[in-house]
């Protein structure tokens, strides 16, 4: 979740060209299944700790060790949710050339439930009495990959925001004989 997911969405960014599309939905493609084999891996481990604790295998059976799995499945969901949403947005946006409320639903869902996911993982280490080191590494990388998603990010909406100022067209549309493009 520190990782894979801030750098697919990077890449979108950073790679020029068509090219920028198919890396960042296949490196979100191998996060995403990544994250479900982790989400499964976690229920399951969950499941025989509480059944080693005379508890059933019921998550929910103690409210102060129930938060990171419940925001585990709320963040899974979500992400799952993100490649109906991408490729609405890409087919939507490769014909009308500006981004629509696909768009923002695309952007707005993967910034914020990635950073639920980052700051999940952070929560799962100090629940499962992790060492301090661990702790620290774990947050240490995840802050510099936010930090860096961000900009990259801001960086992009930079990009953007110059090409509209500048009156450049967007770059498919098609221009009628004798049209000049600027």
Not at 41 to 46: D, E, I, K, Q, S
Not at 52 to 72: E, L
Not at 80 to 89: M, T, W, Y
Not at 131 to 149: G, I, N, R
Request: aromatic letters at 12%.
């Amino acid at each position: 979740m520190a990782i894979l997911f801030p750098s697919g969405s990077i890449l979108m960014r950073v790679i020029p060209g068509r090219f920028a599309i198919w890396a960042h939905g296949i490196s979100q493609a191998v996060a995403l299944v990544v994250y479900i084999a982790a989400v499964g891996l976690g229920l399951h481990l969950v499941r025989e700790v509480s059944r080693a604790r005379g508890n059933n295998g019921d998550m929910f059976s103690d409210p102060n060790r129930s938060y990171h799995p419940i925001i585990g499945i709320v963040v899974l969901v979500c992400l799952l949710l993100q490649p109906i949403f991408g490729f609405i947005h890409h087919a939507k946006f490769k014909r009308l050339q500006t981004r629509q409320m696909w768009s923002y639903l695309h952007l707005f869902n993967g910034r914020v439930f990635i950073t639920l996911g980052m700051a999940n993982g952070g929560l799962g280490l100090w629940m499962a009495g992790a060492s301090k080191e661990l702790k620290t590494a774990y947050v240490a990388v995840a802050a510099v990959m936010w930090v860096l998603w961000m900009l990259a990010a801001a960086y992009g909406e930079w990009k953007r925001w110059k090409a509209n100022r500048l009156g450049y067209p967007p770059r498919n549309k098609k221009f009628h004989d004798g049209e000049v493009p600027f």
